[in-house]
């Protein structure tokens, strides 16, 4: 294998360097390589060795599940295009991108139960959207006019999403240890038992946080799966920064299964997910999943990946997306245009729906500044609450 | 005796027994605090302990004695070796429904959790905008004048004040320890409970029948008319030498025992101070941007008329806590409390 700055970590799917390119973009995983993968990237049905074990959970998809999971990755990859638009147009703060990342958002999501609770970090619109989430409700703290904005227990358990990296691992982490001490999993039921979901990436793979979850993970045998989506990139730092090994392989040192999935293979990504939750719910304990795939986009439109990235890299993972894949994949089982074609119509009306609920946003009053920081009384922000009104009442017209 | 307790021999047994079988105890503030968590726990099942070396062990300052046996493992977790872990943890369990009280073994342990109780305790409910509680206790021993290595002996208190989000307390003796634990406990916010290291284990009247004062009430633990002085933790019973002494030379200090930093209730400092006129602060902590600077400043603003003196401030110096050897020189001594009134009374 030519020796590549991403070689360590990726073995099958590193993208080459430019000289290597047209040598490689065709070779298919080698049989014996450790990435559970169902799909080539041409979309051929073609199993890795790796992934033999998880075949059987495919069984479990219907042909609305195939269509669903098209549609929720061609869905979300507009809406993503529109909400950067809106950020370029001063309608949000920030956005963050998902471009590049739905097949591993689309499958894993799509492997937890109604009871299962899941915690995002902050670019899986996605998960949300599956899990019952309004995306319009993602894009009111990219607004700025909430911190939060959903309640996790009315959407799904879909959690908040968590700014500062990897704080979240630790928050699930106590939370599936709640689950196991108050009974919800482990019992044998599938239908009741409970498990957690976490999702972080190959640079919050390096904050303590990341790590200290993965040890309490271990040692309280908490039900709950390490979704980290390795997409190459933490901003400008690339995951050879973060790691000299392949990042799966640290789960062992924790003492527990890891597995790396082609995360553009959105059929693997359900399949290796689904045992680990299953695997999670019926007692068996935590597991480490590293999906591969990339940031096709910037890492928020605050940045700017042409500074720092090699064009070559990224034409090699877009000759990769998973869209495109499964889309070939779906016609090679005889999917009809005129679906192809309705989903990205619905798309569209998607978007285009989400754009104007966007701009509808209702900012919120200056109550919102003092309510809820505590939730006893507190007399020190009460007095100030007052005060602000009293001075803002003041002025001509009762507002400053 | 409860049903739940099967020995009268440990800490917790002994405890037991006394709470049900007196109306109150003589009891070091280890074994109050012991008492009070153990009341929490009989009085709810989602409150579980966390925290290193707090089982078997029953912490290295053994506050958690005997828990373990009494409540099992499910209850009190002997956790890694990871403070960040403890409290992001907590935040999940408090999340689930639990109502966890986390055991920090030092003072300057806490920075390694710091970034969780700042960041994400301190603000997942006003993150999610009222739909959640964060009843998490995080006990903290601090202080110094134990004789110790450092990172042993330091007084964090200020960066958690100055935290919105968080509540602040530190019991100054027995009685207050056992019912503020479990007022703290009680509390749908987070609250971070400083348990001062050397006043662990003189002992002091617990009552057991009530509290007396609500957790966040500053209280006159001594009547005087010439000087008010306010302090918490260890520092009460320094300004309580210190009063005894100004009375052998005819001055009368009024001594407040603050109880809460966070929120800080100045009803009692502002009453005493207009009728006294006069106002020192004691910590141990470093005194720039402390406490008692925030004291300082709220009585200025609000007693300004009230005022013969400024208020002085008996501080820890503006330096890492010093080698054990020379604490006593760094720490506030009745003499240094003296010091700062006879300066407020030459005014």
Sequence with gaps: MPATRNEAIVPEVAPPSPSVTATRTSVAPSADGPTVRLLSPSGAFAPSAAAEEYLPYLDRLTEADHRRFYRDMVVVRTFDIEAANLQRQGQLALWVPSHGQEAAQVGSAYATRPQDHVFPSYREHVVGMIRGLDVVDILRMLRGVTLGGWKPEEHGNFHLYTLVLAAQTLHSTGYAMGMTLDGSTGTGNPETDQAVIVYYGDGASSQGDANEALVFASSYQTPQVFFMQNNHWAISVPVSRQSRSPLYLRASGFGMPGVQVDGNDVLASFAVTAKAMDDARAGHGPSLIEALTYRVGAHTTADDPTKYRDPAELAYWVARDPIERFRAYLKGRGVEQEFLDSVDEEAKDFASDTRRRALEIVGPDTSVIFDNVYAEPHPLVAEQKAWLGRYEASFEGGQK | MTPTSTTGTSAAGTSAADTAASAAANLPMTKALNAGLRQAMLNDPKVILMGEDIGPLGGVFRVTEGLIKEFGDKRVLDTPLAESGIIGTAIGLAMRGFRPVCEIQFDGFVFPGFDQITSQLARMRNRHEGGLIMPVVIRIPYGGHIGSIEHHQESPEAYFAHTPGLRVVSPSNPH??????????????????????????????????????????????????????????AMVSVLLQAAEIAATEGISLEVIDLRSISPIDFGPILASVEKTGRLVVAQEAAGFVSVGSEIAATVAERAYYSLEAPVLRVSGFDTPFPPAAVETHFLPSPDRVLEAVDRVLAY
Aim: charged share 20%; glycine share 8%.
């Design chain 2, 176 to 233: 207050d320890a056992y019912w503020m634990m479990q007022q703290a406990i009680a509390s749908n916010d987070p609250v971070i409970f400083f348990e001062p290291k050397s006043r662990y284990w003189p002992k002091g009247e617990v009552v057991y029948a009530e509290s007396g004062i609500d957790l966040h009430a500053s209280r006159v633990v001594r009547v005087g008319s010439d000087v008010t002085v306010v302090g918490h933790g």
